[in-house]
């Protein structure tokens, strides 16, 4: 940002997080600052040795006890003070080019979603359309990051959306409570893979997490980083039953720790689903896991959110926690349905100067 | 590598600039500005009887807002005599519960008038509007809401069966929180039985001038309360004078000491709250972000004109480099510039003084060795401003360890053990409030025994409440303002 523009504007940003210091280079997927930022990382004695990810986060893992050393050796998360600061930047008023441009980025983050009993094929189909042309009556709608189903739709999915880009996601592991026996948890896995699921969303199993058998969540969400391959895998934290921010925290850094791509915070099912301090803390957790030395690891915000108003939120709490490299598809998500309509509204309004009635956005 | 369908990141990735938010000023036409204010005495606006006048500006652009009514020994004569007249024949003879009403009132105003209140004093201060509409005027409106709920049960408050009001209150306040100020004043007075002559501080008078409006829309008695705007003459004649049996001062410690010679042998009661040096301690087990969120609200909330600011951080020398990291990212993100952007986070300086102030502290600091950051800013060019800044390698002898600096300006000093940190905290001539940062109990609790400071907030900063008494140690003052105490300065018992 230019200074003249800047003073024009009345107001700056002093400067994007040294962007380029922290911009991750492709081909080592390490951060230029990693070697000062490992050493520095003082609380967390296993991480001092070992620059690479790899190796340390190895070290870390070796057993119950390492892991539980390293988890609650992490910095404390304040309650009180983590809630302000999201309420704080839940206040950002986002404005005119600044609010397009975040409602489209918002369209093409969303994992387009239906989780019920009562999904049929017809209603996958429906979906599918919808996630290619979130407006038919305007073809400047960027399409969503992903649709997600259960494992036996699927097939339905791919064959609809096959060429469009849009992703076909699956939850899996006895979604949505994870309670079955590992070798039930991976029959799902390939059960969606084969049917032609690119992404993964499994959950976590949060009575061994709360039970403190960290070893054994580790070692789960291992065997499912080994079975999913090449596809995109989502950790599932259901921070509403993990209720303190500490163990969001560290069931981040756990899922980090054994090869997530993204961590989630809830399965839709559980009240509450995505808050906006989980956020905070969930944002700081990749932030700090990519200084560290990791790789970038993405977030994705589940349950709960209904208005575009929301969606911008957690876009700038992104944006200001861990930075604008966040501010793209392949590392922020936000699994939702009635999200999508809203947004659409929204943009109708930007675009034209007027609200549109609700009749004019597509249900399907 | 990357495992995401491809038209995602193509679709976004180039834009991540577009999200540095747009402007979103607050509209300013919500306030009506006239082109003259007078002194509001006896219930009326009148201009001074010297007829002279000063112009408040706007620090953000320097544009003339007002041109308001210099008060002068004769106004305070009169001021003061409608303050008795009210104490003796009005406001004086109320019973607890009819005050209540309308201090009450006062404050639903507060609430009905709260978004022109918020821009008429991000106006004539410069203070971020997020901070004016989220801090200052809901503060306001809570703290004449608290002491209405005391006003008729003073005999219960343990000063005495019958607790009686002193009589008339000449108070004199600060410019950085201007109504916030005139509210912390007002309140506990008025809920007392006092009646007041309020001085506002020159740069920055003119809600208190709008709150003379609001007393004149409830009805409040006339002569209940004055407000006289002018410079330090003004206030001297006001604390001089002898119909005044109340002085409750809150500025700069130079001054404070001027009012105590003043009113020394008198019969007038005193409470001063003055400046301040305050310690921000971080320990090793901190909840590190939030510390680093604590930190900057500390220092740079409200650009660090704050009497309690966390101007001395002091942090253990274990996690020193990681937070003084973290704090360095945090303060990148902060935003300065227009103070009625719904987004700024950093305004103007208060005034030209002010700022020459801050600059030969800040330039003290560097020539005495310590090293200094800023983040990368551009500053707007009309206006006064001052860069987010902090010194690092600064050691307890240096200037900016020990004399107020009133701006955007942290120390950064370091400890090993917590026995040093209090030594180190409790080093000040000054004691208005210290900060602790520590997820151990038992150490906060063995820290807010040990800190010589009036305050002692624990895993936060900044955090006011009008049910929380406030006020100092040695130079930073005596008496309290805020909860039970507050009434204590203001009743005989």
Redesign the interface.
Known sequence: MSGPAASARGGTTLATMDQGARTRTARTGRTARTARTTARVTTAPLMVTAPLAGAWTHDVATSDAALRRFLHGLPGVDQVGAEARAAALATRSIKRESKMWALDAAISMIDLTTLEGADTPGKVAAMCAKARHPDPTDPSVPPVAAVCVYPDLVGVAAAQLAGSGVAVASVATAFPSGRASIGVKLADVRDALEAGAQEIDMVIDRGAFLGGRYGQVYEEVRAVREAAGPALLKVILETGELATYDNVQRAAWLAMLAGADFVKTSTGKVTPASTRPVALVLLTAVRDFMQAGGPRVGVKMAGGIRTAKEAISYLVIANETAGAEWLTPSALRLGASTLLNDLLMQRTKQRTGVYSGRDYFTID | M????????A???D???????????ESRDIVRLDAEYGLFVGGEFHPAVSGRTFVTINPATEEPLASVAEAGVEDVDRAVAAARAAYEDGWGRLRGRERAKYLFRIARVIQERARELAVLESLDNGKPI?ESR?VDIPLAAAHFFYYAGWADKLEHAGFGPQPRALGVAGQVIPWNFPLLMAAWKLAPALATGNTCVLKPAETTPLSALFLAQICQEVGLPPGTVNILTGAGATGAALVAHPGVDKVAFTGSTEVGKEIRRAVAGTHKRLTLELGGKAANVIF????????V??IVNGIFFNQGHVCCAGSRLLVQE??A??VL?RLR?R????????PL????DIGAINSAEQLAKIRGLADAGSEEGAERWS???????RGFWF??TVFTGVSQSHRIAREEIFGPVLSVLTFRTPAEAVAKANNTPYGLSAGVWT?KGSLILWMAQQLEAGVVWA??YNRFDPASPFGGYQESGFGREGGRHGLEGYLDG
């Open positions: 990357p495992r995401v369908a491809p038209h995602v990141e679709a976004t990735v834009s991540v600039a577009a999200f540095d938010y747009a402007p979103a000023p997020r989220d090793e087990d901190a909840p590190i972000d939030q510390a969120e604590g274990s996690v480099d990681l990291d990212e303060l990148a993100t902060l935003r300065l510039g227009d952007d719904k987004n700024t983040p990368p800013c551009t500053l707007p060019d860069p987010p997820e895993n936060t």
